[in-house]
């Protein structure tokens, strides 16, 4: 176990519902992340908060909505999807400030079917 | 724009022997580079950071270069075992900017140990 939690494990959902995912970190962490993997691409960064605060969007479209209420949870709200939002999402934190470290924690990640 | 390569999509190997991996990146300078060992669904797990300045760095049976004239590293696995059977990634990280990272990730290598 890394010390990040992601549920559900598994969704499956219609174009015109309304979800959300769910990340939690155990090791005090001030930064978390939201990335995006699809088959054969690489992983893709689609948010990061910083003590609570969104410090990048990186051009996500807006039915994708990140959330962040403290340090330990980060949530991705989901709504009106599309089939080619089907993927992988993962969910990572990390203290770059420790000295010499600066590896990135992962969760097991969502994996999302949009029907 | 940034351009991670991973040399190829699939590398099989005879147990035993030493997989070498490579990564090559363009339109980038990074302040270090990072390995990561992902298995089929479940999130990447950190193996190695290498910063601009160091040449070389081991652990255990693994081995990391980095060329910043070359713009490549070279991730090395010396007797292999099928347990070592895996996708690599490839991660670039720029700088510490404001306690957080921003992180570039290659397609990966998907390592294959053959018994």
């Known amino acids: 176990e890394t010390g990040v939690t992601q549920t559900p494990r598994h969704l499956v959902m219609g174009m015109t519902n309304k979800k959300s995912l769910k990340c939690e970190q155990h090791l005090g962490h001030n930064a978390m992340y939201w990335y995006k993997q699809s088959a054969k691409k690489p992983l893709e960064l689609m948010f990061v908060y910083n003590f609570k605060e969104q410090t990048e969007n990186n051009s996500v479209p807006s039915r994708f909505s990140p959330e962040c209420p403290n340090s330990s949870h980060l949530f991705l709200h989901l709504h009106t999807l599309q089939p080619e939002d089907s993927a992988l999402y993962l969910c990572?934190?990390?203290?770059?400030?420790?000295?010499?470290?600066?590896?990135?924690?992962f969760g097991p990640g969502t994996r999302l079917t949009v029907t | 724009s940034q351009k991670i390569e991973q040399n190829s999509e699939a590398l099989n190997i005879q147990e035993g022997k030493t997989a070498t991996l490579t990564c090559n990146y363009t339109?980038?300078?990074?302040?270090?580079l990072q390995w990561y060992r992902q298995d089929p669904g479940r999130g990447p797990v950190f193996l190695l950071l290498i910063r601009e300045n160091e040449k070389e760095k081991r652990k255990e049976r693994l081995k990391v270069t980095f060329d910043t004239t070359l713009k490549q590293s070279l991730f090395h696995i010396t007797a292999s075992q099928p347990a070592d059977s895996a996708t690599y990634l490839c991660?670039?990280?720029?700088?510490?900017?404001?306690?957080?990272?921003?992180?570039?990730f290659g397609t990966g290598t998907k390592l294959q140990v053959i018994p």
């Open positions: 990572a934190s990390s203290q770059p400030d420790r000295v010499f470290n600066y590896e990135q924690y």
């Open positions: 339109n980038y300078s990074p302040a270090y």
């Open positions: 991660a670039l990280d720029g700088a510490n900017s404001g306690g957080y990272q921003k992180v570039t």
